[in-house]
């Protein structure tokens, strides 16, 4: 465990550092002063909201009681601005009136992810009210900008998207293609995995408003957050070996999933959001809990270094970013960015991971090949009255073989390499590796090469 712990400290101070790094900077945003009033029976009109006492909205991270709330926005810097752009970067708000004298002001949407509302300002006023219906999470991140510096940066995001997004294809073609080629299940699971978190960043993002048909749109949450609880306890099981390991712990594993999933699906009857931060709460911690198990069997399997490093930055920045936003915590502002970083860092441990467990695969198979041929040696040897095809046969008889583990067992006897028994057999170099690591299991090589040894040494003792 102390061996862990520098590393462990690196982590925690590259978090830090990478969310330091993704702050956005506002030099180039104009100030303003923001205030807000919950009206989640829908009650007030612009004329009454004018005479309510609002609240400074100091944390955009309101909460999670989903519904109506206005905004009262006082532009402080009072220059000459033809058209001015509100950015408000979250996708699930359904829909924003803008108010100024009393009058509802028309608006261009710059942007199809989440609004960006190009307002055209002639007229010189400096206040507005903003009534707004938020669906999911109450998170109101208002940027107040000059029409050409946001389109800077406008395009300067898409393009990041685009290379991010382009990795994370990359990423999900290797590991699809090793699936295939190596028939390891592992391989799948963790491009399900890929799938469930980068859709719910896209979800994050706005980018599904774009994908999906919006009569799904609503439940775009209740769609895919769901998957990510779900297809990463199957990676963690499947490359953490825990039913080895710690063949308990599904246990709890499973009746988290359980509650979790059936907190999601509470949010379709009651369109409460409160359930969907729950359940997005209780999934971090199900996350949490296979890291925590990665932890503690680290001594005894060699890949779980790599799921613990691998997932702490994406896990602690997704917990960051997620959980404040949900119930509005005020805390150290975690950018979305920031956890797209700590994707990536995964997905590049990753795929050295993979890497590295083909490089193990080929030895081990390696080692298979080499006891499966030691002990059809010592078989033969002790069962001298039959011959060896006889022997062989009756092996193959015994333990269940198909007849392609059996055309492959016959081959390795006679010394062939794995290159030559796949062009004989004429199939691929890894199915070869898969068909040894089949007879080497059916076949028990180590217990019986044991057995073998005790009882020849009986019969011809020194």
Not at 66 to 83: A, C, H, Q, R
Not at 139 to 166: C, V
Not at 198 to 224: A, F, H, Q, R
Not at 264 to 272: A, D, V
Request: with cysteine; net charge positive; hydrophobic share 45%.
């Amino acid at each position: 465990m102390r061996k862990i712990i520098k590393p462990t400290l690196l982590i925690i101070l590259l978090f830090f550092f990478v969310s330091c790094i993704f702050q956005e900077n506002n030099s180039n945003n104009l100030k303003f002063s923001i205030s807000y009033f919950k009206d989640l029976q829908e009650a007030e009109t612009i004329h009454s909201i004018t005479n309510k006492k609002m609240l400074v909205l100091e944390n955009p991270k309101i909460g999670f009681q989903n519904g109506i709330y206005w905004f009262k926005i006082n532009l402080l810097d009072k220059k000459d601005y033809k058209t001015i752009i509100f950015d408000i970067k979250e996708s699930t708000i359904a829909d924003i009136i803008v108010y100024r004298n009393f009058e509802i002001i028309p608006y261009s949407n710059i942007e199809e992810t989440h609004f960006s509302l190009a307002i055209d300002n002639h007229k010189k006023e400096f206040t507005y009210y903003f009534k707004v219906h938020f669906k999911n999470q109450v998170h109101f991140p208002l940027k107040i900008k000059e029409f050409k510096r946001s389109q800077l940066k406008e395009k300067y995001a898409f393009f990041t998207n685009g290379i991010y997004y382009g990795f994370v294809l990359m990423v999900l073609i290797v590991n699809v293609f090793f699936f295939f080629s190596l028939k390891d299940k592992t391989f799948l699971y963790y491009c399900l995995f890929l799938i469930a978190i980068n859709l719910s960043i896209s979800d994050y993002e706005g980018l599904l408003k774009v994908i999906i048909p919006s009569s799904l749109l609503k439940y775009s949450t209740v769609l895919t957050h769901p998957l990510i609880p779900i297809f990463g306890a199957l990676f963690a099981n499947r490359f953490l070996n825990l039913a080895y390991f710690l063949p308990k712990s599904n246990r709890i594993g499973l009746v988290l999933l359980f509650i979790a999933v059936l907190t999601f699906f509470l949010f379709i009857p009651t369109h409460k959001y409160v359930f969907i931060a729950i359940a997005n709460t209780i999934s971090l911690f199900i996350l949490f809990y296979y890291w925590v198990l990665a932890v503690i069997i680290l001594k005894k399997h060699q890949f779980a270094i790599f799921f613990v490093f691998g997932y702490s930055l994406i896990l602690f920045s997704a917990i960051f970013f997620v959980v404040p936003v949900d119930l509005g915590f005020k805390t150290q502002n975690i950018s979305l960015n920031t956890v797209k970083f700590g994707a990536i860092f995964e997905m590049l441990i990753l795929t050295y991971a993979i890497t590295y467990r083909i490089k193990m695969l080929h030895k081990e198979n390696e080692k298979f090949k080499e006891e499966i041929k030691e002990y059809l040696t010592k078989i033969n040897a002790f069962k001298s009255n039959n011959s060896e095809e006889t022997n062989i046969e009756s092996l193959i008889r015994e333990n269940n073989l198909s007849d392609r583990e059996a055309d492959v067992l016959l081959l390795i006897f006679k010394g062939y390499t794995n290159q030559r028994i796949g062009d004989e057999l004429f199939i691929t170099l890894n199915t070869v590796k898969y068909h040894i690591r089949n007879i080497y299991q059916k076949l028990n090589i180590n217990t019986k090469n044991e057995a073998i040894d005790i009882v020849a040494k009986i019969k011809n003792p020194k």
